[in-house]
């Protein structure tokens, strides 16, 4: 069983940063990749971006140069790093994870990008 919890979500003026944390708890856990998603009022769940153990990454282009995933393996912890934030980034964002046949999502934490 995994659990992930997302946080550091909130509202931020356009342009400025956020950092969001998602911790994943459960017994040895050594998720190869792991993901962030967002979901904006009226539209699909998209990905974000994915980061593997290895530390390779893979963004969406709407925010190539902007955000930046991490990953510290030793806490099982997640840190997506947005910056230069735009309206259009509003959204609740999610962690995930696919581990031994089964797709995990945490609850998601809101991100609203407003002045």
């Known amino acids: 069983q995994v659990q992930l919890v997302e946080s550091g979500g909130g509202l931020v003026q356009p342009g400025n940063s956020l950092r969001l944390s998602c911790a994943a708890s459960g017994t040895n856990l050594r998720f190869n990749v792991m993901g962030w998603y967002r979901q904006a009022p009226g539209k699909q769940r998209e990905l974000v971006g994915t980061i593997t153990r290895a530390g390779n990454t893979n963004y969406a282009d709407s925010v190539k140069g902007r955000f930046i995933i991490s990953r510290d393996n030793a806490k099982n912890t997640m840190y997506l790093q947005m910056n230069s934030l735009k309206p259009e980034d509003t959204a609740v964002y999610y962690c995930?994870?696919?581990?031994?046949?089964?797709?995990?999502w945490g609850l998601g934490t809101q991100v609203t990008v407003s002045s």
């Open positions: 995930h994870v696919f581990w031994i046949g089964v797709d995990y």
